[in-house]
């Protein structure tokens, strides 16, 4: 391979990374498996490796995934929180003793063997016997602030127990003021799937599996409902602090030590624990863990081996994303063999068909699988799968389960294959497979499918986070016609929900309440809402730090666009062919036309937070003259009523402020005779954005 091509294949992987770790991070999802995510990463080392030059200090080699929320506020670690090498066989263990007893010159060495948890990374810091602190991994140097949330954890003392000072080798006299745990927080599988039933049965949407679940509820603002949800931790580091909160000398002479300090100081840690001298004990111990594991009450995802010496770890050091003396074993994703009873179709947001394997239930890692997915018709016609076929589904870390061959052999001649739909089978109008791409597509904008999954979008919690509209009122909304986009959803009314089968006056607040509150979401929550084809958490975020407004971005030349971190010319291109298609566009008009104000926070949130009754627009009087360019006048009078003004014709003494467009003619003159205050769209635009309709835009 030539230095050219390198380099793009390099910006493609890493582009494609962030992608996935944007999707396992941000949006509690995956697509692809733990080994196939680390399959890219490992073919970016080898390029990075291979053409000297072209690594750099930001690539995803050289650091760890972030999972940084805005809603919280962040701090910095200790110490950086690092994450651990991956290895899928007993071949990559042995080649790691291997590297660690020729590091240290000796292979007369002690390992751990602990589980690896699969939940989500806590530090937590006791200052003087009390909580002080607790954060998330975020980018490894800074992580997001949930001391409230953390301290809901039966195994996250507020205050540790009397004589807690005592645990500390050396006693009392040795113990720091201040110390710091590090675990993963989890939630146990007979509270998830009691979770899960309690809001099937109240008709929320089920959580996909514990670790997402865990991640979620970490995140919940209500400390409240994160406390009745039920989380554990187990800890598996110490660090001693001084008084600026800095990491202090370690007087641990290994790991089953600070283990044992954990253990003395009344915080939970893993009871499986195994010690090992060299391969056939590690070999003996991975193979117990991984016979025990659908035992245990938890989802662990392999095994950590630990150099156990504390002088030897740090002989060995770390590199800038991991310890050289510790190696995650992930065990091997799970098969199982059954029977592939049909293909039905989904249709997704972007109008993109997938086919789904519809599967006689079969046990796979402990759970019932009766569904898989089946990517797209080249993957499926590449693996020659029909309906009927005898398959093998796998299951890897926490990923829906996917369909990974056919057993040809067990054929009996019945099986048919898939033609690729020329029909939605949503809508009924004819697929399309664009240029380039290998997606069958529904095109047609006003497919109800693809309506409710760019609804779905807009409303998640990423984006506009809409409480109160769940995907079954997406559906109702729908079906009775009230809403053919987001901008529609602003324009609901009070009785018409009230009124709605299953509603009544409380839901129909608490939607108008989430639209409210939508209506203040952060500037890069609302790019992410529009929905831009490749467009992330983490690209919404770039884009809205360089562009202040949806006007900018309009203007944006493809240019401008891909020289901005993360975004490269694939990403670019879809920016812009999304802002001058014509779904785009007309979104942004409609979200104008509301009063949805695009742009960069122009008020401090504080006053953000006002709602009817106390806002600038609260008992005024309002006139409107003139041509507006982002919203139609019925809309403006709306966004003002609803913020609990009064549209008038005529200006007066007692009218509060003229709202001047374009063109604006006698009104404004008559305002400027009487010294009424006048606002230029701009300013009017500010003040709904500070104000919000505390009513959800009716
Ligand atoms: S030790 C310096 N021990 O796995 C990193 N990590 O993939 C020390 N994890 O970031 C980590 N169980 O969040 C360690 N028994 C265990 C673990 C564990 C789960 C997580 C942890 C880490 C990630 C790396």
């Not at 589904?393 to 009996?412: A, F, M, N, Q, S």
């Not at 909304?477 to 009785?495: I, M, Q, S, T, Y």
């Amino acid at each position: 391979m030539d230095r050219e091509t390198a380099g793009r294949e390099i910006t493609r992987l890493r582009a494609e990374i962030e992608r996935h770790r944007d999707l396992y991070y941000n949006r509690e999802t995956a697509e692809i498996s733990d080994a196939e995510y680390d399959a890219l990463e490992r073919r970016l080392a080898d390029l990075e490796t291979a053409f000297p030059g072209l690594g750099t200090a930001d690539s995803p080699t050289a650091t760890v995934g972030a999972d940084q929320d805005a809603r919280f506020p962040s701090a910095p670690h200790s110490r950086p929180m690092l994450s651990l090498q991956n290895s899928y066989d007993l071949d990559e263990v042995a080649a790691f003793a291997e590297r660690v007893a020729r590091t240290l010159d000796t292979d007369d060495l002690l390992y751990t063997v602990e589980p690896k948890m699969d939940g989500v990374a806590l530090a937590v810091r006791w200052r003087d016997g009390r909580l002080a602190l607790a954060l998330t991994r975020g980018d490894g140097a800074r992580g997001d602030v949930i001391t409230a949330n953390a301290s809901t954890i039966a195994g996250v003392p507020v205050a540790l127990a009397k004589g807690w000072r005592a645990a500390f080798p050396g006693g009392a006299a040795a113990a720091p003021d201040a110390f710091e745990a590090r675990g993963e927080v989890f939630l146990g599988l007979e509270r998830f799937r009691a979770l899960n039933a309690a809001r099937e049965a109240a008709g929320l949407e089920v959580l996909a599996n514990p670790r997402n679940a865990t991640a979620g509820t970490l995140k919940t603002l209500d400390t409240d409902e994160v406390g009745r949800r039920g989380l554990s931790v187990f800890f598996y580091q110490l660090i001693l602090l001084d008084a600026e909160d800095r990491p202090a000398p370690d007087p641990f002479v290994g790991h089953q030590a600070e283990l044992a300090v954990l253990g003395a100081l009344g915080l939970p840690v893993n009871p499986f624990l195994r010690t090992a001298r060299g391969m056939d004990e590690l070999r003996a111990h991975l193979a117990e863990l991984g016979a025990r594991r659908h035992d245990l009450d938890y989802q662990i995802d392999g095994a950590v081996i630990k150099v156990d010496s504390r002088e030897w770890q740090e002989a060995l050091g770390s590199t800038a994303k991991a310890p050289r003396w510790g190696l995650a074993y992930k065990f091997a994703a799970e098969e199982a063999t059954t029977r592939l009873r049909s293909v039905t179709l989904q249709v997704g947001r972007t109008g993109v068909i997938t086919p789904v394997a519809e599967l006689e239930p079969v046990l796979l890692a402990g759970t019932t699988v009766s569904r898989a997915t089946l990517h797209n018709w080249q993957e499926m016609e590449r693996k020659d799968i029909r309906q009927g076929d005898t398959v093998v589904v796998v299951k890897g870390g926490d990923v829906i389960p996917k369909v990974l061959r056919v057993l040809t052999e067990l054929r009996t001649g019945g099986e048919e294959a898939v033609p690729r739909p020329v029909h939605c089978p949503e809508c009924g109008q004819p697929t399309r497979r664009l240029e380039g791409e290998v997606a069958v597509r529904c095109i047609n904008p006003l497919c109800p499918a693809v309506l409710a999954g760019r609804l779905r979008h807009f409303a998640g919690r990423d984006a506009c986070d809409i409480e109160g509209l769940g995907g079954r009122s997406v559906e109702l909304f729908l079906e009775r016609g009230l809403v053919a986009g987001p901008a529609d959803l602003f324009r609901l009314e009070h009785g018409l929900l009230a009124d709605l089968p299953g509603w009544g006056a409380k839901s129909a607040d608490r939607l108008l309440a989430g639209l409210a509150q939508a209506r203040q979401r952060p500037w890069a929550a609302k790019i992410f809402a529009l929905g831009i084809p490749q467009v992330g958490t983490s690209t919404a975020r770039t884009l809205a730090g360089r562009f202040r407004g949806i006007d900018d971005l309009l203007d944006a030349t493809p240019d401008q666009l891909a020289e901005l971190p993360d975004i490269g010319p694939t990403v670019a291109a879809a920016v812009r062919g999304f802002l001058d298609g014509e779904g785009g566009a007309r979104l942004v008009e409609e979200l104008r036309s509301v009063g949805f104000f695009l742009a960069a926070e122009a008020v401090p949130p504080a006053a953000a937070a006002a709602t009817l009754g106390e806002g600038y627009f609260a008992g005024g009087t309002f006139v409107l003259t003139g041509t507006l360019a982002g919203m139609t006048r019925s809309a403006a009078q709306r966004a003002i009523e609803a913020r609990g003004g009064k549209v008038t014709g005529s200006v007066s003494k007692k009218t509060t402020a003229v709202v001047a467009g374009d063109k604006a003619g006698g009104k404004l003159d008559k305002a400027r005779e009487l010294g009424v205050e006048i606002l230029d769209e701009a300013a009017f635009a500010a003040h709904l954005a500070a104000t919000g309709d505390g009513t959800g835009g009716r």
